[in-house]
């Protein structure tokens, strides 16, 4: 299976462009951390256009051997091309969302390759959100079937390609820690399964992928990062900087501030010790002095 990953382009805001830099790159990252049981069979190759013109979708994931099963449950649906449009947290999903993606699809289908080299029947549509979108799938239910087919899987039959909606929030937490993880709304419990997932990767290339996301997530649910790093026995040193790149400055001023401290403090003792000195003597003198008085 062959991967190539693009953000889109085009009429954006300048809202969905800011999304798009700041949640595309993590996401692709994702979508190969769910996909790793068949690492072996995938071949990631970015920025896809999809026509002449600067028009690109979010995924293309091409299915390397028409044989080789896909583990994951969300690639279990694919055929050997597979188009995947991902929206971040602040995006919203709608029926002209949906009709864009299948337009992509029915253009990868006619401006690749020789006439009919892919078929239409070796084509899926993937749509990605964390929020489940409502009145799409109200109005895609008016026309299609709609079909929960697992938690958080919608698939819509009736199309011209076989779709799912892919809703993150309602995924198993199990089975989907990657997936689930592109949030704003993070608790402790999660971060640690991340942090878990992360720890439990073994190649320096998932890793690689796997910082590009926790980074992300870390930087947008920074508040929960923190407790988990200020609780000090939960995660390795390592992984403390690579999640708050800042934490070895912020140590290292307070460690610093703590020495200030620390020779202010000695400074004010041998003020002290000085002062008691002082006083020692002035009494030792006033003792002479009233010697002196009585011996008069």
Same mark, same amino acid.
């Given at each position: ?253 307070? @460690?610093? %501030? =703590? *020495? !200030?401290? #620390?020779? /202010? $403090? +000695? &400074?004010? @003792?041998? %003020? =002290? *010790? !000085?002062? #008691?000195? /002082? $006083? +020692? &003597?002035? @009494? ?5 002095? #009233? ?6």
């Amino acid at each position: 299976m062959c991967t190539r990953m693009c953000c889109s382009a085009g009429k954006d805001t300048n809202l969905e462009i800011e999304n798009r830099t700041l949640w595309h790159p993590a996401f692709c990252s994702t979508m190969e951390l769910e996909l790793i049981q068949n690492k072996d069979g995938l071949i990631y190759d970015s920025e896809y256009n999809l026509s002449r013109e600067p028009l690109r979708i979010d995924l293309l994931i091409i299915r390397k051997k028409p044989e080789e099963t896909i583990v994951n449950e969300i690639g279990a649906f694919f055929l050997g091309y597979n188009i995947i449009e991902y929206k971040s947290p602040d995006d919203s999903m709608n029926i002209d969302t949906f009709y864009k993606v299948l337009s992509y699809a029915c253009l990868y289908k006619a401006d690749t390759g020789a006439v009919d080299e892919i078929l239409e029947t070796d084509i899926t549509v993937s749509l990605i959100r964390e929020r489940k979108p409502v009145k799409l799938l109200a109005q895609l239910e008016e026309k299609y079937e709609v079909r929960r087919e697992g938690e958080g899987i919608y698939r819509v039959y009736g199309m011209l390609f076989p779709m799912q909606i892919i809703v993150t929030k309602q995924l198993d937490r199990g089975q989907h820690v990657w997936l689930k993880s592109l949030t704003r709304s993070m608790d402790i419990a999660q971060a640690e399964e991340l942090l878990d997932s992360y720890d439990s990767l073994e190649s320096e290339e998932a890793r690689a992928k796997a910082g590009v996301v926790v980074n992300l997530v870390s930087d947008v649910n920074s508040a929960v990062f923190e407790q988990i790093v200020s609780g000090g026995d939960r995660m390795s040193e390592a992984l403390k900087r690579m999640v708050l790149p800042e934490l070895g400055e912020l140590k290292e001023l307070i @460690a610093n %501030k =703590d *020495a !200030e401290i #620390a020779d /202010k $403090d +000695a &400074e004010i @003792a041998d %003020k =002290d *010790a !000085e002062i #008691a000195h /002082k $006083d +020692a &003597e002035i @009494a030792a003198l006033r003792q002479m002095l #009233a010697e002196a008085g009585r011996q008069v």
